[in-house]
């Protein structure tokens, strides 16, 4: 039982580029979420899911895009990527709305 | 909206001591409330919850007790070990029925044990 898995776990990134930040659960999970940590700001929740095909913007959601297609998967997609985008991005999921999330061991993105 | 407001370190003390974070917060709906620690270099690993009023949620000689008329819960241990070094975090899902999920967290309160 692998858990939460994120790839990659390092990347960095040139002012403009694209990219993926993948993310799968193989605990059959229907609640996902993505969230960035930045220092002295706590973690911030950037989108959520509740299950496949039903997605929705959290608190900071300007500048990523999301899908879920199935219930393993939800990438995180920075698509003209910037600065102020650098940050430690960590996925997370749960069974049901009382349990706890489950956190992947994160990804740490530079852009310069 | 929601939020939670957390004490903020560094907080410092000697192996043995006792431990209390404070954590505080707001929500709509009916929240179910969570204590994170945080490892250098590491996830967060879910240390405790509680899902609703006068729980009590407790893992590894950690305790923290869900009071609704103080919207409090605070995080205490009665003898700290080097070992508890970490970033603890507190945070809040508020679960309205309207579809929205996720956490909402504190800004997370740096842990230094000294031997």
């Not at chain 1, 994120?6 to 605990?27: E, H, R």
């Not at chain 1, 960590?90 to 993105?109: E, I, K, M, N, P």
């Not at chain 2, 209390?20 to 709509?28: G, H, L, S, V």
């Not at chain 2, 405790?48 to 605070?74: C, I, P, V, W």
């Given at each position: ?5 994120q790839?990659p ?11 993926t ?19 002295g700001m ?6 959520y899911?509740?299950?496949?095909g039903?997605t929705?913007q959290?608190e ?21 990527a910037?600065?102020?985008?650098t940050?430690?991005?960590?996925c ?16 740490r993105?530079?852009?310069v | 909206?929601?939020?939670?407001t ?19 917060y ?8 969570f204590?994170y ?12 919850k509680?899902t ?5 949620g407790?893992n ?6 869900y ?13 700290v070990?080097?070992?508890?070094s970490?970033?603890?975090f507190?945070?809040?899902s ?10 909402t967290?504190g800004?997370?309160t740096?842990?230094?044990i000294?031997?």
């Amino acid at each position: 039982n692998a858990g939460v898995t994120q790839t990659p776990k390092f990347q960095v990134l040139k002012t403009g580029q694209s990219m993926t930040l993948q993310c799968a659960q193989d605990m059959n999970h229907e609640y996902m979420s993505w969230y960035r940590q930045d220092p002295g700001m706590g973690l911030r929740l950037i989108h959520y899911s509740v299950g496949a095909g039903i997605t929705d913007q959290g608190e900071v959601p300007n500048g990523y895009n999301v899908s879920r297609s199935t219930t393993e998967d939800f990438p995180l997609r920075l698509l003209s990527a910037a600065p102020s985008q650098t940050s430690v991005y960590f996925c997370a999921s749960r069974l049901q709305v009382s349990y706890g999330y489950t956190f992947g061991s994160g990804t740490r993105l530079t852009v310069v | 909206g929601n939020s939670v407001t957390q004490m903020e370190g560094p907080v410092t003390l000697s192996e043995e001591a006792f431990l209390t974070i404070n954590c505080t917060y707001t929500a709509t709906g009916y929240p179910s409330l969570f204590w994170y620690v945080q490892y250098p270099g590491e996830g967060l690993q879910l240390l405790l919850k509680a899902t609703k009023a006068d729980d009590k949620g407790s893992n590894k000689g950690f305790e923290a007790t869900y009071r609704k008329e103080t919207t409090s819960f605070h995080l205490e241990k009665g003898s700290v070990q080097v070992s508890d070094s970490a970033v603890y975090f507190c945070a809040l899902s508020a679960y309205s029925g309207g579809g929205a999920d996720g956490l909402t967290f504190g800004k997370g309160t740096h842990l230094i044990i000294q031997p």
